[in-house]
């Protein structure tokens, strides 16, 4: 059974950096795909960005382009998302989910998924 623990969040301002880490357990991944989404409340859950296991390559929504960062440690088996220059419409509770294949931006293709961590920006 693969475990995803979340870690990371907190409380930042409007141009601040926070650095998600999500660890996995249960499964060296050698393949398939990871990614963090987000959901504010009373809004739907959205990909913020993944990660393709095997070789790095990486996606990300066109609202978080230039400013996150995702990238994973093998050795870790840990995936983090690295976020700068926070908006406030940053804030929502974040999820670090996993799956076999290719990378989708559908979450519902997901396996796998944390139990979140939350993320708010003050303006």
């Known amino acids: 059974q693969v475990q995803l623990v979340e870690s990371g969040g907190g409380l930042v301002q409007a141009g601040g950096s926070l650095r998600l880490s999500c660890a996995a357990s249960?499964?060296?991944?050698?393949?398939?795909?990871m990614a963090w989404f987000r959901q504010a409340p009373g809004k739907e859950r959205e990909l913020v960005a993944a990660?393709?296991?095997?070789?790095?390559?990486?996606y990300y929504a066109d609202f978080v382009k230039g400013r996150f960062t995702i990238s994973r440690d093998k050795a870790k088996n840990t995936v983090y998302l690295q976020m700068n220059s926070l908006k406030p419409e940053d804030t929502g509770v974040h999820f670090c989910a996993a799956k076999s294949g290719s990378v989708t931006y559908n979450r519902h293709l997901y396996t796998y998924w944390g139990q979140g961590t939350q993320v708010t920006v003050s303006s």
């Open positions: 249960g499964r060296t991944f050698t393949s398939g795909a």
């Open positions: 990660i393709r296991w095997s070789d790095g390559n990486t």
